[in-house]
């Protein structure tokens, strides 16, 4: 049974940090590119960040570079968004993504994480 498991969210107050974390379960976590992506009230599901089977391969929204950092533990089959200057703008749900490299139609999503930014 495949599951991704998001944890780490919370209350943080601006210029904070938070790191998430999402643990993958029943498929060969270490070929499949992982995904961050957020959605805030009343708003699209935006992609904030990808990391590919190799961890020297990343890639970020705009809204979120110099700030934000996706790493991956192929080890633990756990991936991870460290969080540095969170805004308010950063409040939104947390989503966890695994994507297969060559059939997409394999593609996972954690139940995500809530982030609220707030003083």
């Known amino acids: 049974q495949v599951q991704l498991v998001e944890s780490g969210g919370g209350l943080v107050q601006p210029g904070g940090s938070l790191r998430l974390s999402c643990a993958a379960s029943?498929?060969?976590?270490?070929?499949?590119?992982m995904k961050w992506y957020r959605q805030a009230p009343g708003k699209e599901r935006e992609l904030v960040a990808v990391?590919?089977?190799?961890?020297?391969?990343?890639n970020y929204a705009d809204s979120v570079k110099g700030r934000f950092t996706i790493s991956r533990d192929n080890a633990k089959n756990t991936v991870y968004l460290q969080m540095n200057s969170l805004k308010p703008d950063d409040t939104a749900v947390y989503y966890c993504n695994a994507v297969h490299p060559i059939f997409d139609r394999y593609n996972y999503w954690g139940q995500g994480t809530q982030v609220t930014v707030s003083s």
């Open positions: 990391i590919m089977r190799t961890s020297d391969s990343t």
């Open positions: 029943g498929f060969t976590f270490s070929i499949y590119a």
